[in-house]
């Protein structure tokens, strides 16, 4: 059973595990739509959850992510223009 903002805790979780990917995505709604944070991917890495947490929640997962140890190659972060008028 899905509870609200589940997209969000899972995406903390992933940030904060060691792994082999070297790509990293970041996004809203619509970059865990194209890229699900469901799934598990050895090249790949999803973080992309929702809008809700703003660009400072998306740094902070960034951030998780290399203090785990996991080296990075690209950072892509898949956004609908809209999320940049958020003012959190």
């Known amino acids: 059973m899905a509870y609200p903002?589940?997209?969000i805790y899972?995406?903390?979780?992933k940030s904060k595990r060691k792994g082999?990917?070297?790509k990293v995505i970041l996004g809203d709604s619509v970059g865990n739509?194209?890229?699900?944070n469901t799934i598990t991917n050895d090249?790949?890495?999803?973080l992309a959850c929702n809008q809700a947490i703003g660009?400072?929640?998306?740094?902070?997962?960034?951030?998780n992510y290399i203090e785990a140890g996991n080296k990075l190659d690209v950072v892509y972060m898949v956004f609908s223009p809209t999320?940049?008028?958020?003012?959190?």
């Open 43 to 46: 090249s790949i890495n999803s």
């Open 20 to 22: 082999k990917a070297k």
């Open 5 to 7: 903002g589940v997209e």
């Open 10 to 13: 899972r995406s903390i979780r």
């Open 33 to 36: 739509q194209l890229f699900s």
């Open 83 to 88: 999320t940049f008028g958020n003012n959190l």
């Open 55 to 63: 660009m400072v929640g998306h740094f902070l997962l960034l951030n």
